[in-house]
Nanobody
Framework: QVQLVESGGGSVQTGGSLRLSCAASAFTYSAYCMGWFRQAPGKERERVAVIDSDDNTSYGDSVKGRFTISQDRAKNTLYLQMHSLKPEDTAVYYC????????????????????WGQGTQVTVSS
């Protein structure tokens, strides 16, 4: 069974940095898309960043220029490097995956993804 396990969350002050990791097991496919989503209490789950098997990427408008998504295929790990963190970045961050590619990465929604991690909390204080 596919498993996704996030780590690296924590509490930082405004302007700080964090790197989230997502360890993937039983997920080795030639065509896929993986991503990071976040959800704050009472709010909709939103796309943060996505990457596919050909290293195409897309970012949510609110994180462009601050966050970078990457993957290490040898380690079966997905990363999200976050810089210049703001209080509005506070949320539970989830790793997600689906076993196909999409033409328009910027149109992806949570419903497009079939596997999800348990989430890791990121808190940014002012």
């Amino acid at each position: 069974q596919v498993q996704l396990v996030e780590s690296g969350g924590g509490s930082v002050q405004t302007g700080g940095s964090l790197r989230l990791s997502c360890a993937a097991s039983a997920f080795t496919y030639s065509a896929y898309c993986m991503g990071w989503f976040r959800q704050a209490p009472g709010k909709e789950r939103e796309r943060v960043a996505v990457i596919d098997s050909d290293d195409n990427t897309s970012y949510g408008d609110s994180v462009k220029g601050r966050f970078t998504i990457s993957q290490d295929r040898a380690k079966n790990t997905l990363y999200l490097q976050m810089h210049s963190l703001k209080p509005e970045d506070t949320a539970v961050y989830y790793c997600a995956a689906v076993r196909i590619k999409f033409r328009f990465l910027d149109q992806l929604r949570p419903g497009n993804f079939e596997y999800w991690g348990q989430g890791t909390q990121v808190t940014v204080s002012s």
